[in-house]
Every structure is written in C-alpha cells, then in structure tokens.
C-alpha cells in the first residue's frame, strides 16, 4: 500500500482534484490511466487517493467497468509502475507496512 506524503505535489504526476470529498472530509484525487474494451463492454483504470472508506492518503487502483455506449478500438491497458517508483524515490508517497483495516 503506498500513502501520499504530499497532496501538493500530486499535480505534477498527472493527478486531479475532482471537486468532492470522502466520507471523511478528505479531498479526493484522480488519475486517469486507461480504457479498454471489448465489444460492448468497457472499463476504464485509474490511481484514486483518498477513496471512501480507506486509509488517509492511501492510494488505490480503481477499475470501473460499464457498457460501452458505441464501438471503438481501443487497446489493453498497459501501465508500468515507474511512475510509482519516481514518486517514491522523490519522496511524494511511501511505503505502508501496517495492516489494511
């Protein structure tokens, strides 16, 4: 599980405030990483901080599948976690051992 140290600095790694908060009261924040789809089904993958109902700052990945509305290609998701790695060494998340509640 990685926990965000930084709010702030979220932005530059591609990372949104999408307006609302949690349950909590805790700002939520997006990053879009893909879609994929198959015939009429779609879902899309995204790094979500603070989700309702977890850990202060815990980063999560979201995968939200729905019906596609039209028929497109669109490729498998494909996303390496170098990004994670990069947040990590420049100190924006780290790296939680507790328990996940």
Partial sequence: M???KDLERLKEYGFQTTGY???KG???YRKEIGE???DSASAS???IVNADGERENEI???CEA???TDIKTVYPVMWAF???SEMLHDDVIVWSKLPRP
Avoid: G, H, K, W
Wanted: hydrophobic share 55%; proline share 0%.
């Fill in 45 to 47: 993958l995204a790094l």
């Fill in 36 to 38: 994929s789809q198959y």
């Fill in 82 to 84: 170098d990004e994670l």
């Fill in 2 to 4: 990685f926990v965000v």
């Fill in 60 to 62: 999560v990945v979201c």
């Fill in 66 to 68: 729905e019906l596609a």
């Fill in 21 to 23: 908060t949690n349950s």
């Fill in 26 to 28: 805790r700002a939520i």
